[in-house]
């Protein structure tokens, strides 16, 4: 029997996780356009002289005030709506846990690794800036988050040409990036708790549990309790998103005899477009809309607070990710795949610089009791996501034209004989050359015959 070979970084993906990644990219990138629309919509609504009726719409209360659920649009907004976008967050964590990359913990120690680096390194760039400058240290958290949506709609845009593994690795690092916001989330933006409702919260969670395992079915009896779970949690004191983690999380993502796909899958299927379409999009409208002029974009880059977070997401985010992948792959097993080079590496981890969605609201978490400075750093959010989406776009788009470049190469036929030119030279760049596609030609011979199911011989025999 043969040794199981080890796990590459960013190595060659099973068919059925390239499909899942294809899909989840797909929409992911419809979600990250709606976004930038949404934004820009807030953006202009609240910098027009419209901007009277912008803050009238935000601050209209509606809802129960007897169950402590009287809360303006943009509460709604961020406390309900948000739950729906870390309800999938939670199932997309299990569905790696149980199926994905991180089931294997080989596999998964680089993007953990890179993950945690990537969020580490922003809070401590933060804290110099902050600490030099005598700012608050409130704000450690708000450069910390990534924005898949948008990351990922931006290298759906720009990247076309680079290889489909980088998109699984951005794809798998914000999965456990989410996770580690949410636990921030809920360890450090943890208002006085009410133990009854938490009490309550946790008991309507055990039932929720339970329901799925007796194998109870109908959306009339989950999404009522659901609701009931979100109301107790936020009248708990922890943020309410925190309640759709839990019941993401309960979901069952593992396909059992007959089944085509697993609960977890159908309802994220069923619930994304309302993640993506109607609540992210939502939030970004009634939390983007901060006013901007030459001298409050000019206050970003001179304040503590926010330049800490500007500096955060752009240098923080690109050093911790590219230094945590290199330093797992020094000190560790994981491989880079032989296809790829570092400059990739490093242009996906600036693009993880995007920290749209969750940064606003850890600003808003981090600042709730001084509204100005809440709306400096969601400016500082918007400036920093901004510079650093150019940044990777730009880095993207050298990388695209270096594999080109190398496609265009191997097409060359000048002489018009129906051979390439480049197997007519005779120089060492050509043999190092035709040893490298070899390497490739061989790589996408064994991929498609493990798509068709073909042998292990006749994967390992190159093309």
């Known amino acids: 029997m043969s040794a199981p070979t080890d796990r590459k970084f960013l190595g060659l993906l099973s068919l059925p996780e390239r499909r899942y990644i294809a899909d989840a990219l797909r929409t992911e990138t419809v979600g990250g356009v709606l976004l930038l629309l949404a934004a820009v919509a807030a953006l202009i609504w609240a910098n027009t002289p419209a901007a009277d009726g912008y803050k009238a719409v935000q601050d209209f209360h509606i809802g129960p005030s007897a169950l402590g659920l009287d809360l303006s649009i943009q509460h709604w907004a961020a406390d309900g709506l948000l739950a729906i976008f870390f309800f999938v967050a939670g199932i997309e964590l299990k569905r790696e846990l149980v199926a994905g990359e991180l089931r294997d913990p080989k596999a998964a120690a680089l993007p953990v690794i890179a993950a945690i680096c990537g969020m580490a390194a922003p809070a401590v760039v ?217 400059p990739d590496v490093f242009a996906v981890a600036s693009l993880a610089g995007i920290g749209f969605t969750v940064s606003l609201l850890i600003g808003e978490l981090a600042f709730a009791g001084d509204a100005a400075l809440t709306d400096e750093v969601k400016a500082a959010v918007l400036i920093g996501s901004l510079i650093a989406a150019v940044l990777a776009s730009v880095l993207l788009k050298l990388r695209v034209r270096r594999y080109q470049s190398l496609i265009a190469d191997e097409e060359r036929d000048e002489d018009q004989d129906g051979v390439p030119d480049i197997y007519e030279q005779d120089n060492p760049a050509y043999h190092l050359r035709m040893a490298e596609i070899y390497e490739k030609k061989a790589s996408e011979h064994r991929e498609r015959a493990r798509a068709a199911g073909a042998s292990r011989d006749d994967a390992d025999r190159p093309a």
């Open 126 to 342: 933060y804290t110099l800036v902050n600490t030099l400058g005598n700012g608050s240290m409130d704000g450690w958290a708000v450069p910390t988050a990534t924005d898949i949506a948008f990351a990922l709609a931006v290298l759906a845009v720009i990247g076309t040409s680079l290889p489909s593994a980088l998109r699984a690795f951005l794809l798998t690092l914000a999965v456990v990036d989410d996770l580690f916001a949410i636990l921030i989330i809920a360890i450090f933006f943890t208002s006085d708790l009410n133990f009854a409702a938490l009490g309550g919260a946790i008991a309507g969670l055990v039932v929720f549990w339970l329901l799925l395992r007796k194998e109870v079915h109908g959306w009339y009896v989950y999404v009522p309790l659901a609701l009931v779970i979100w109301g107790l949690m936020y009248n708990s004191g922890v943020h309410a998103t925190i309640a759709g983690v839990a019941i993401g999380l309960m979901l069952r993502c593992t396909t059992r005899e007959g089944e085509k796909h697993s609960p977890g899958e159908h309802i994220e299927h069923l619930v994304r477009p309302l993640s993506a379409g109607l609540a992210v999009p939502l939030f970004a409208l009634f939390s983007a809309g901060v006013s901007v002029s030459g001298g409050a974009i000019g206050d970003v880059f001179t304040q503590p607070v926010t330049l800490g977070v500007v500096l955060g997401l752009v240098v923080g985010k690109a050093i911790g990710i590219f230094g945590g992948t290199w330093l797992a792959a020094r000190f560790t097993r994981a491989e880079l795949n032989p296809d790829l080079t570092w």
